[in-house]
């Protein structure tokens, strides 16, 4: 079993920056692949950016050049740099984790366990 805890959302300009982070409980952290999906109002789940259990990154083409994902096995936490936000991404961010195969880390159902999710807000 693996506990997720998002932090670091929270309201912002456009073209400002926040940093989210997502601390897993467990042994096993450096075997899953964490994902970050966000969520708008209204709208389906989408990929944001994930990492393989060998730190391989991926991420959504929305987002490339402005977001970071990272991750520090010894402290079992994973970070989502954004910067240049702006209000398109606005929503409810949820860190994921699972041990997901190369072909599925963009898919929202191939992954077991899930954070309570965090707010970010871009102001225009």
């Known amino acids: 079993q693996v506990q997720l805890v998002e932090s670091g959302g929270g309201l912002v300009q456009a073209g400002g920056s926040l940093r989210l982070s997502c601390a897993a409980s467990g042994r096993t952290f450096s075997s899953y692949a964490m994902g970050w999906f966000r969520q708008a109002p209204g709208k389906e789940r989408e990929f944001v950016a994930a990492?393989?259990?060998?730190?391989?990154?991926y991420y959504a083409d929305s987002v490339k050049g402005r977001f970071t994902l990272s991750r520090d096995n010894a402290k079992n936490t994973v970070y989502l740099q954004m910067n240049s936000l702006n209000p398109e991404d606005t929503a409810v961010y949820y860190c994921a984790a699972g041990q997901v195969y190369y072909s599925g880390i963009q898919r929202k159902n191939d992954y077991d366990y899930w954070g309570q999710g965090t707010q970010v807000t871009v102001s225009s």
């Open positions: 990492s393989s259990w060998s730190g391989r990154t």
